[in-house]
Structures are given as structure tokens and as C-alpha cells.
């Protein structure tokens, strides 16, 4: 009676973030892409490992990318040296709908992290620990909005006209 009563009701569960897999896929090798900021090399290897492939001749659709890096001392210790750096990567979004003309949406996704100093000189585990955390960073902030673009509507809506 017991596992009668639980499947029944859990028969309707539905999910709060479920995803439309199809608005991904129609971007998928129907996307140009235009990146500039900070480390946009990386962002650009690491967005095409969604989008697979930028080099269709009419794109549909065109994704902005700009991206920016603060990095600043937390932690300054009695010598004057910082021993935690706090890393804070943006990132703005604008996908547009080239056929027309319209933007159809646009975030600004931030992601923050620290790291600690190895040493109080030059330390290869400093530089290791701050380009991994940059790395985390930037493809947890890129992940979420991969996310954010699963779980939107339609690609045909347009937010404004330009």
C-alpha cells in the first residue's frame, strides 16, 4: 500500500527548470559569433564547444560576447603582502536575430571566486591556483548561460527592434 500510494502521487512531478533542448540545437552551427574583453581566446574555444562550428556562411543568429576580469587583494597581511586575491569574471551576452534585424535577448552573467598566494614571492603554485580558478570562472559563467538560453522560450521573439 505504502509504494502504491508514492507512485501515485509522484505520477504528475514535473520539473521547475526544465530545459528546451531545441532552441540549443537550432543555434548549434547557425551562429556567428563576435567575442572581445579579456581572454577571449579561451572563451571563444570554450563557446564553441557548444556551438561546434561558427563557419556557416548565413548565419541565422549572431551571439556577442564581452568579457571582463577584475582581480583585487582581499587579504593583506602585516608586511604589506596579499595573501588572498578575489577573481571576478563578467561576462555580457547578446544574442540577435540577424533574420530580423531584432535583439532577442541580453544578460550579464557574474561569477566570483578567490584563491590564496603560495608564497610571498614569485610562486608557480600562485600562478597555477589563479589561472584555474580564471578557468572555473569562466566556464561556470558560460555553462550558466547555456543554461539560461535552454530554458528560453523561443527564438523567434524579438526584444527590440534595432
Do not use: W
Not at 22 to 48: C, R
Not at 117 to 130: C, E, N, R, V
Not at 141 to 149: E, G, L, M, R, T
Amino acid at each position: 500500500i505504502v509504494i502504491m500510494l508514492f507512485i501515485t502521487n509522484c505520477a504528475n512531478l514535473d520539473f521547475v527548470y526544465e530545459s528546451n533542448k531545441q532552441i540549443f540545437i537550432e543555434l548549434k552551427n547557425n551562429t556567428s559569433l563576435i567575442i572581445i574583453g579579456d581572454e577571449a581566446d579561451k572563451v571563444n574555444a570554450y563557446i564553441l564547444s557548444f556551438l561546434e562550428s561558427t563557419n556557416n556562411k548565413n548565419p541565422n543568429y549572431q551571439l556577442s560576447i564581452n568579457s571582463k576580469i577584475t582581480e583585487e587583494a582581499q587579504v593583506i597581511e602585516k608586511d604589506a603582502i596579499a595573501s588572498k586575491f578575489s577573481i571576478e569574471y563578467h561576462i555580457g551576452y547578446s544574442l540577435y536575430n540577424i533574420n530580423k534585424k531584432c535583439k532577442i535577448l541580453e544578460a550579464e552573467i557574474v561569477t566570483k571566486d578567490s584563491y590564496d598566494s603560495k608564497s610571498a614571492g614569485y610562486s608557480f603554485g600562485t600562478d597555477l591556483s589563479k589561472n584555474e580558478t580564471k578557468r572555473k570562472l569562466m566556464s561556470k559563467n558560460i555553462d550558466q548561460f547555456i543554461s539560461y538560453i535552454n530554458r528560453y522560450g523561443d527564438l523567434n521573439n524579438c526584444n527590440s527592434e534595432n
